[in-house]
């Protein structure tokens, strides 16, 4: 077992590029902002110090043409780390992604690959409105040739950036602005956590929840309350999107007969569209129910607090979701205390 | 100096053979990928990047027959990729629109307008890093200029002082759409005199020795910062297409026929003959035409890519 220590997740993302970073001299790390006093919430803190000025720097607010000098140098032997602070400007770089970062590999007959990693931040943040909160994996993992991981924990968080940097493929790593709080244990040297792989966050026997990113931990303290009902509900947390390791999910509902997709994501043509039909595929004579679906109101995210709480889907709904497929009276959850980011977190981002 | 004078025609020979040889095979319906054709541009393709030599890393656009074969003079691999085989560098997955074949120094070509540029930069920023001796040069259009990516990549450019090469092949249309009517701006020319490095505009992009040189001369500023080579030529055939369409309202064909009296290869064969060079022009027009005979042949013989063919090559690793 490796040294471990608690870290969060912030640190973890820090950590896991600037291994990296001193392990292969062909990383660099470039977007806007990225070398600015703040240094991206510090996650690119001391890069340049400790790798000058060419494999740390920010750039013009040029997302698109960032992205396709990405994919140029990544095809030309150096490994890019293109990162956003939101997720919302990756939509400045669909041409790029989707023409032709995805392509680039199948249209050189294999002769080309890009092994660029592209960091966003997503979700919820403090009044962010319609355009800083939301997560759109469901977007990047429409498309072949991307793969997309939304790592949940710190620990995670590591294992599965390194991949992501050895690996020979666009990565896009979709990261949740109040996951960077967290905290976890996580080993201090470097480590990989395969792309593509499913854990089961939570061990349980009636009720699987597949949750992405940021609801894995809404999930989680509505676990902690239904335990107490006698329900025993297991966490599926998929980490990665694309590749979509469904067989953990489908094992996992085979067990409970019941099924929740949580994705922080709208649902209509979404990830959780495409967990339930794989689990009403692979599941269906287990299934007690039908695999039911949460996820972000059907609306632009409103910026006012009151309608912004109804936006986001979070424990509670999880909850009533649950007692609703499993046919229980309402709990009384005026005494549960539920996560809340009103003293913690005061904005701008 | 006549071995080079010779080269230069060679290829571009080949290119506007190779190209008749489509406009008459085009319409058995046997290559099945849309053509845009470089039927006036050879000058600019074989001056350049034969200036620039086997350092050359281009990238290109969806009009960029003249431009692999005067990097490549693949033609055996050219008409296999048109005709869809698995003989093509591309396996047949890349088409016309996608030519490219990086083991030969054409990295890339795209059929969405200026998206190639950024690639450009990032890689002339590797061979910067990597300290190695490739040269990275950019073809488009002016339709270009008209997109984002193009002055986000100009500035990027001159701000890193990266060194790559762009070239605009000015033919002057976007599709059907002259300049004229597609800019709010008076002049391109005295904008990009503004930014940091080197703009070389040419009116003359249908001499190939003129280009050539231009070229040759200009690589040493790559130095210090990017150049940019602004030519000008005239698209003989239609956008997509093997036809002319002159009589589709939207330009003359006086224009052309004003155009063709400096047509490339016409002036550079006149030049070599008037330098006495008859035998060895006869000479290397019939390699030529052999040469594509072959290669045609080949393409014809060659099999179609295996149904398994459609899911390699998605991701590295699998």
């Given at each position: 077992m490796m040294e471990s220590r608690i870290i969060s997740y912030e640190k973890a993302v820090n950590e896991a590029i600037t291994q990296e970073m001193t392990r292969d001299d062909r990383v660099f790390v470039y977007g806007l902002d990225v070398a600015d006093h703040k240094r991206i919430v510090g996650t690119t803190a001391g890069l340049v110090e400790k790798f000058g000025p060419n494999r740390c720097f920010s750039t013009p607010l040029s997302e698109d043409s960032s992205l396709g000098f990405g994919i140029g140098a990544s095809a030309t032997g150096l490994v890019p780390i293109n990162i956003h602070i939101r997720v919302e400007f990756l939509l400045l770089t669909l041409n790029q992604l989707v023409n032709i970062g995805n392509s680039l590999r199948y249209g050189s007959n294999g002769k080309l690959s890009a092994p660029l990693v592209i960091i966003a931040m997503i979700g919820r943040g403090w009044g962010q409105g319609f355009q800083h909160s939301k997560s759109m994996q469901s977007i990047f993992a429409h498309i072949p040739g991307l793969k997309v991981i939304m790592p949940s924990t710190p620990y995670d968080m590591k294992g599965l950036m390194i991949s992501a940097i050895r690996d020979n493929n666009i990565v896009v790593c979709l990261l949740h602005r109040w996951l960077y709080w967290t905290e976890g244990h996580v080993p201090e040297l470097p480590y990989t956590i395969p792309i593509g792989q499913s854990r089961v966050l939570r061990e349980g026997k009636d009720i699987t929840v597949v949750a992405t990113s940021w609801i894995n931990v809404e999930a989680h303290d509505a676990a902690n309350v239904l335990a107490k009902k006698g329900i025993s509900m297991e966490i599926i947390d998929p980490r990665t999107i694309s590749p979509l390791d469904d067989q953990t999910i489908i094992n996992s509902v085979n067990k409970t007969g019941h099924c929740i997709i949580a994705d922080?994501?709208?649902?209509?043509?979404g990830f959780s569209a495409e967990v339930a039909a794989r689990v009403s595929n692979q599941c269906f004579n287990q299934l007690k129910k039908p695999a039911s679906r949460i996820g972000f109101a059907w609306t632009p995210c409103p910026t006012t607090r009151p309608l912004e709480n109804l936006f986001y889907p979070n424990a509670v709904t999880i909850i009533r979701e649950t007692e609703k497929m499993l046919g229980l009276s309402k709990t009384d959850l005026s005494n549960e205390k539920f996560h809340t980011y009103e003293n913690k977190f005061k904005g701008p981002f | 100096m006549p071995n080079l004078l010779l080269n230069l025609y060679k290829k571009m020979y080949l290119i506007r053979e190779a190209e008749a040889e489509i406009c008459r095979e085009y319409p058995k319906d046997e290559m099945k990928t849309p053509m845009h054709m470089s039927m006036g541009e050879e000058a600019i393709a074989v001056g350049v990047l034969t200036a620039i030599g086997d350092k050359a890393q281009v990238w290109g656009t969806y009009r960029s027959h003249a431009i692999y074969l005067a990097r490549t003079e693949d033609v055996n691999g050219f008409f296999a990729e048109l005709y869809g085989k698995v003989t093509g560098p591309g396996g047949g997955k890349a088409g016309s629109m996608h030519l490219a074949n990086p083991d030969k120094g054409v990295m890339m070509t795209s059929a969405v307008v200026a998206t190639s540029i950024p690639l450009a930069l990032g890689a002339a920023f590797s061979s910067k890093i990597l300290d190695d001796d490739k040269i990275n040069v950019v073809f488009f259009g002016d339709g270009a200029t008209d997109e984002g990516a193009f002055w986000e990549s100009v500035n990027m450019a001159c701000l890193w002082q990266l060194p790559v090469i762009f070239v605009c092949e000015d033919n002057g249309l976007a599709i059907h759409a002259s300049t004229a009517i597609r800019r709010?701006?008076?002049?391109l020319t005295n904008i990009m005199r503004q930014y940091r490095f080197q703009y070389i505009q040419e009116y003359d992009g249908t001499d190939v020795e003129k280009i050539h040189n231009i070229t040759r001369s200009s690589i040493k500023y790559l130095e210090s910062g990017p150049v940019f080579l602004s030519l000008k030529y005239y698209r003989y055939l239609e956008h997509v297409g093997v036809n002319e369409d002159f009589n589709s309202n939207y330009r003359d064909k006086n224009e052309f026929l004003e155009w063709y009296k400096k047509d490339p290869i016409k002036i550079q064969k006149q030049k070599l003959i008037e330098a006495g060079f008859k035998k060895e022009v006869e000479d290397v027009e019939n390699e030529v035409m052999a040469q594509i005979k072959t290669a045609v042949d080949l393409a014809k013989a060659a099999p179609y890519p295996e149904p398994e063919e459609l899911y390699k090559g998605v991701y590295d690793g699998e």
């Open positions: 922080y994501d709208w649902l209509n043509c | 709010g701006y008076k002049n």
